[in-house]
């Protein structure tokens, strides 16, 4: 036992160490790094012309940490119009169809591991899928390099433009319509992965439940036959 408790306390010291780097990590240089790339995406996106308007948010706390890249809402050229009887006719009343979301999220979560999610645009006219897919991770702080975080944006703009009623699909190449559906087919396995893990925690849940019910049966089958307590 003595030998038990002294590697466990060996692992614990190690994995508590890991995890303080992975923070000081992100904090030191990886956000950093995620920030300028953004930065960078943004002022291309602005000289090529690109309809949406960006914008770099960040939250940071001692143990976590986000970085976000929002869209601003923008109209689509698409009004829904809703027509009533009045005593000189018919009136008509247009309301624009506005269009929201696409996020780009990088994150660190509280095990100290990044993560890439992007949220695809939505309306009135297009709702997403999911709302959040996932792009790249979880990746140790020390890897997320910059061709990293261009190729999570790649992905993004992706995203952005096959879920925007402005592009759609139509303004993608056959390849980009092929990288579109993998990377839903990535975040469709990554959630089946997660699943699985969630479902092997409630089965040894169950198993612990089913181990104590048992005992309790065995224990009152024994009282109440022997009359004696266990």
Known sequence: MRRSVALATTQL?????????????????????IRWELEAFVRIAGEAGLPFVFHIQQYDNPNEGVIQLTAERSFTGVVDRKTTMTPVGLSHVDTPVV????????????????????HPRRSDR?????????????LDPTEVTSNVVQRALYRYLLVLQSSSLVGSENSLSFAGRVRVRWIYFRDLRRRYELYRSLLALRNEWGKALVAGLIAVVVAFVAFYFTGSKI
């Open 126 to 138: 297009g709702t997403p899928k999911r709302k959040e897919l996932f792009l790249l991770g979880p």
């Open 13 to 33: 010291n190690h994995s508590a160490a890991l995890l303080e780097y992975r923070r000081i990590n992100w904090r030191v240089e990886t956000n950093h790094r």
């Open 99 to 118: 269009e929201s979301g696409g996020e780009f999220v990088a994150s660190q979560s509280a095990a100290g591991m990044v993560h890439f999610i992007a």
